[in-house]
């Protein structure tokens, strides 16, 4: 999977949201804001291939955690990827 190139992180009022690049963007009333984990792992994957497995290992190296947690950790944010249509 990889993060659609539309999307890029900005940063408002001390926060770093994801906003829509482009047109279409102007209509959009959704923001999505990234925490510290969020935000390391969205920098280190933009623009490039990745899947569960490359994120757990960048979770568990970055942060020194469990495999079997930065597994977890990986599958949940994956999903919320998903959920919010960030990635293709």
């Given at each position: 999977m990889r993060i659609k190139k539309q999307y890029k992180v900005r940063e408002m009022a001390g926060e770093h949201v994801v906003i829509m690049q482009g047109e279409l963007g102007s209509n959009l009333t959704?923001?999505?804001s990234l925490n510290?984990?969020?935000l390391y792992l969205w920098r280190a994957i933009e623009g490039k291939e990745f899947d569960a497995?490359?994120?757990a290992n960048?979770?568990?190296e970055h942060y020194g955690i469990d495999d079997e947690v930065a597994q977890?950790?990986?599958a949940r944010?994956?999903?919320r990827l998903e959920e919010c249509g960030l990635v293709e």
């Open positions: 959704k923001i999505i510290e984990s969020a497995v490359v994120v960048l979770l568990a977890h950790d990986a944010w994956l999903d």
